[in-house]
């Protein structure tokens, strides 16, 4: 399989080149930047070092014909500028901004402030999530992948979303995200100096994220699903930690919690279930999933408030993005989902 990919000199586009490297069926066909056409991808991604001999090129969108499959990785509001016309040729491609990932154009206006350029086009994006939609993922052309902290809580939530076991009115998401999630290009947030060691509400209410998790929660259940997630900055550079408080609406066992989401995400080999009862990793902790595709989610039964947390890590980059990006072209393919991400987290790191 021959296989672009259009923004690579960032952060997401880099970790698609490390995975794509080492896939079994994936040929790198292309990999384009602006800035860095001409030069090697190893000098902008030191880690693919004598790994490839690839060269950036300027990006394009008129697809040779050896080419089966693009990943678009470029910021949202310019991805909707060049798909339209890559769609036309035929190649199956998963874009990994936020332009196709909303059914309702009017939520661009709302959450993105921009009215989006090509409604016509968003009924025919499946949202990439394997884990809710693995049938019309593979039955489609076009994918839309989630945003890293949307797909997070998703996972978590789904399952007890879905039971009717709580408040579906009422969900809190506390997420916190390493500073990757910002992409390469610096700002003064992301200045070194401001941000080492922090731990900062960067976004209490209002954050884009929300309104995908809604759309696809709401789907999953047929109502209505109301959420209020916070977003913090973290001295971490991968990696997620959502904590969802939800509310019971009837009582609950640890064990019933254990069958309901070992039954929902029977066949989803990234989904790991975590709740231990020694040592210290007890929970997830998005230390140990950091470049690998796993999502690891965990419970707990608070019955002093009728509370029930749910906790999930994810690496944004992999799970976040890229890892969640090949999974969906492994299936849009028919391979084997895993292929190309079956490796570990690194420990310690
Ligand atoms: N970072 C994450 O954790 C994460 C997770 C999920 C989804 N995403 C989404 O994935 C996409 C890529 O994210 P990223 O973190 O890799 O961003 P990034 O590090 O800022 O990289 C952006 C890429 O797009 C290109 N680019 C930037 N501005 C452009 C413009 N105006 N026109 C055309 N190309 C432009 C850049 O290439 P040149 O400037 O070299 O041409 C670069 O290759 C974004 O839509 C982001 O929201 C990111």
Same mark, same amino acid.
């Given at each position: ?56 090129? !300027?990006? &394009? @969108? ?10 678009? /990785?470029?910021? %949202?509001? =310019? ?53 809710l ?20 809580a998703i996972?978590?939530l789904a399952?007890v979303v879905q ?5 579906n009115?009422?969900i809190?998401? !506390?997420? &916190? @995200? ?10 003064? /947030?992301?200045? %070194?100096? =401001? ?17 995908e998790i809604e759309q696809e929660l709401s789907l999953l259940t047929?109502n209505s699903v109301r959420i ?76 002093? /408030? ?44």
């Amino acid at each position: 399989m021959k296989v672009g990919i259009i923004g690579a000199s960032g952060y997401v586009g880099g970790e698609l080149l490390r995975i794509l490297i080492g896939h079994p069926n994936a040929q790198l066909s292309f990999a384009t930047s602006r800035r860095y056409a001409g030069e090697y991808v190893y000098r902008i991604h030191p880690n693919l070092r004598g790994l490839t001999t690839l060269q950036f090129e !300027d990006h &394009k @969108i008129s697809i040779q014909e050896d080419c089966d499959f693009v990943f678009v /990785a470029l910021p %949202h509001g =310019e991805s909707v500028k060049i798909i339209p016309q890559l769609a036309q040729t035929g190649v199956k491609i998963v874009d990994l901004s936020a332009d196709f990932r909303l059914k309702n154009p009017e939520d661009y206006n709302r959450w993105y402030g921009y009215t989006h350029l090509h409604p016509d086009l968003l009924p025919k994006f499946v949202y990439g999530v394997p884990e809710l939609h693995h049938d019309q993922i593979k039955n489609s052309q076009l994918v839309a992948c989630p945003g890293c902290m949307a797909v997070t809580a998703i996972l978590a939530l789904a399952p007890v979303v879905q039971s009717g076991l709580i408040e579906n009115a009422h969900i809190v998401v !506390d997420a &916190k @995200i390493g500073s990757s999630g910002a992409g390469e290009k610096p700002t003064i /947030a992301t200045h %070194h100096a =401001e941000r080492a060691g922090v731990v900062r509400p960067y976004k209490p209410a209002g954050h884009r994220h929300t309104v995908e998790i809604e759309q696809e929660l709401s789907l999953l259940t047929g109502n209505s699903v109301r959420i209020s997630l916070s977003a913090h900055a973290v001295g971490m550079v991968r990696g997620i930690l959502c904590t969802c408080h939800t509310f019971l609406s009837k009582g609950i066992e640890i064990q019933d919690l254990w069958k309901m989401f070992r039954k929902f995400y029977s066949s989803s080999p990234f989904i790991r279930l975590i709740r231990d009862v020694k040592g210290i990793h007890k929970f997830p902790d998005p230390k140990f999933v950091i470049g690998s595709n796993f999502c690891d989610i965990g419970f707990e039964i608070d019955n002093h /408030a009728e509370r029930l947390v749910l906790l999930s890590a994810s690496d944004n980059l992999m799970k976040g993005a890229a890892g969640s990006a090949v999974q969906c072209m492994n299936i849009m393919f028919g391979l084997d989902e895993t292929s190309g991400l079956r490796s570990p987290a690194i420990h310690p790191v």
